[in-house]
């Protein structure tokens, strides 16, 4: 039976968990319970005393008399406290009709003993924490690597074609809202296919590795250097008008042809084809238009540089001038 509810507990007891203190009926119900009684127990505990102390047994008490004073038995008083565990107090249990009250006192080792078990799980949570943490560091580190394994061509480091179009696609939005002048420089090596031939693939990668070097350093921060194909590498060059990337890909002409990389006996050379963005271009025909414009550099005796028109018959080279100016040739 569920007796009703009243505050026969003194408020200032309630706070203390120096002392334990809990009202339960005959039933074993718990009227009230002071903090130094819930202190001691887990927080699934259920509100049946009966469940809760061990000794002396609820069955015992309800047959024990009360002396004048009310008091029913004073000594050992062992609370099953959770888990499995138990714990042992001194303290006193009295009885006014068919109500019950536990007083005990928590001596100190008890107190150790629970801010031990404290600081041990805080000790354990702490260690779970950083745990969790460093494994949500390396998660975080390889979902990093696996996007760059996705944006990155995996021998040069180069961007892929998925990235490099993904940012085409970008620069022609933004082309299409502030008109401002976007070119492509795309880059095929000349006779690469004879010298994988003739050194091995081996070789041949290593001079992509070499060539993506090479673009990496003569292009800015701005501009995107992707692996375009096999052979092929190209340079999306926000900001930059025709005159601009025409001077960027001689330049990059000029380090390829500058450089003996063993064991070629003649510097490694390539084809350059530029393009400027026209309007309502789609990126596909960006892509073969400056594709166009390599194949015509390749069909001019390669190492040299063609500037893609809009139509076909309006692609010319672009060549250097002896005093160091550089002009286009109609050809």
């Known amino acids: 039976m569920n007796s009703p509810h009243f505050a026969f507990i003194p408020p200032w007891l309630e706070p203390l968990r120096a002392v334990a203190v809990a009202l339960f009926d005959s039933n074993g119900d718990i009227i009230e319970a002071n903090e130094g009684f819930r202190f001691t127990l887990t927080p699934e505990s259920d509100g049946n005393i009966a469940h809760r102390i061990a000794e002396p047994p609820l069955g015992q008490l309800l047959k024990m008399q009360p002396d ?68 949500n560091h390396t998660l975080q580190k390889l979902q990093e690597e696996m ?119 003649r510097p490694l050379t390539a084809s350059f084809g530029v393009a400027l963005l026209q309007p309502d271009e789609k990126r596909e025909a960006y892509y073969a238009r400056a594709g166009r414009a390599v194949k015509y550099a390749k069909e001019q005796g390669k190492n040299c540089i063609a500037i893609a028109g809009v139509i076909g018959e309006c692609d010319h080279l672009y060549q250097s001038a002896a005093g160091g100016d550089e002009t286009p040739t109609e050809t």
Do not use: C
């Open 147 to 265: 996007e760059a394994i996705k944006r990155n061509d995996g021998l040069t480091g180069l961007a892929n074609l998925k990235l490099l179009d993904s940012r085409v696609s970008e620069e022609i939005q933004r082309w299409e809202r502030y008109r401002r002048p976007l070119a492509l420089v795309v880059m095929d090596l000349d006779d690469f296919d004879r010298i994988n031939e003739e050194f091995g693939r081996e070789i041949g990668d290593e001079l992509l590795t070499h060539v993506a070097t090479i673009l990496n350093g003569a292009t800015r921060t701005l501009d995107l250097v992707a692996r375009y194909g096999g052979q092929e590498f190209a340079v999306l060059l926000p900001e930059t008008n025709e005159m601009g990337a025409m001077i960027v890909a001689e330049r990059l002409r000029m380090d390829m042809e500058s450089v003996l990389i063993l064991p070629l006996l």
């Open 68 to 135: 004048e004073a009310g008091l029913l038995y004073t000594g050992l008083i062992t609370l099953n406290i959770g888990h499995g565990l138990t714990r042992a107090f001194a303290g006193s249990i009295f009885r006014r009709n068919q109500l019950f009250m536990l007083a005990a006192e928590l001596d100190i080792s008890a107190f150790e003993s629970l801010s031990s078990e404290n600081e041990r799980l805080n000790q354990e949570l702490e260690e779970n924490r950083k745990l969790l943490s460093k494994r």
